[in-house]
């Protein structure tokens, strides 16, 4: 059986990074919809330099499978935030994908130059490949938060590896600004912070989804959820 695209990362990720589990979402580790089914669970890990490796799993109708991942960065670095979406329903793959900047990226040419440059032929590449239905976004928050390399796409069932190969690029171009980024100022570290609420701001106030997934958990789950996620 193929292993799950959450094990892959957490493998990955575990392999460079000491991981602790962060007890404060244990209350999410099985999660239940409002007529009493169990319909997946949310786990959380700690490491040096990442603040939340966040993976959530919910099967959310008869054929619809979804994952997130993420992994947010102590504000003292300025390390991207890994933010992953992985919907399997019954005919196609529905995801996006990006490195989502901890700074505004337009003065820090240095920075994309040395590392998101990295993803330039791979993006460039799969936004154009046959097996994907790259898009941009609809929504003006999503847009303003992102990075340049932002992807959004469906695809086939049967080009599963090809996407789950796009995820492991941006997962391997996070672990190597992890890896190499050294603690900015205090002064850096706020910008970083004050940035990153907005940013946590707009997705739970504006994600639409968020309407079908308080029909299935209710609103005071689907609240902690969101939190938990981001």
């Known amino acids: 059986m193929k292993e799950k695209l959450s094990d892959q990362l957490y493998k990955k990720v575990s392999e460079k990074i000491d991981l602790e589990p962060l007890s404060d979402y244990s209350d999410l580790k099985t999660i239940h919809a409002l007529d009493g089914r169990k319909v997946g669970g949310f786990k959380a890990f700690k490491g040096d330099k990442l603040e939340k490796f966040s993976i959530a799993e919910f099967n959310l109708a008869p ?3 979804y994952i997130n991942v993420g992994l947010k960065p102590t504000i003292n670095y300025n390390i991207p935030r890994l933010g992953v979406n992985y919907m399997v329903m019954a005919e196609k793959i529905q995801f996006d994908v990006d490195l989502y ?9 240095d920075y994309i130059d040395k590392y998101y440059e990295l993803l330039t032929d791979t993006y460039l590449k799969e936004k154009k490949a046959p097996y994907f239905n790259w898009k941009l976004s609809d929504r003006s928050w999503v847009r303003v938060s992102t990075s340049p390399y932002f992807f959004m796409s469906d695809a086939a069932l049967s080009d599963e590896d090809k996407v789950q190969e796009l995820m492991h690029s941006y997962t391997d171009i996070w672990l190597k600004i992890w890896e190499e980024e050294e603690k900015v100022s205090k002064e850096e570290a ?7 609420d907005w940013v946590i701001r707009m997705m739970l106030e504006r994600e639409p989804e968020r309407h079908m997934l308080e029909k299935v958990f209710g609103k005071e789950l689907t609240a902690r959820m969101a939190e938990a996620m981001v």
């Open 63 to 65: 054929g619809m499978n």
């Open 101 to 109: 900047p901890a700074v505004d990226l337009v003065p820090r040419q």
């Open 190 to 196: 706020t910008q970083i912070e004050v940035r990153r």
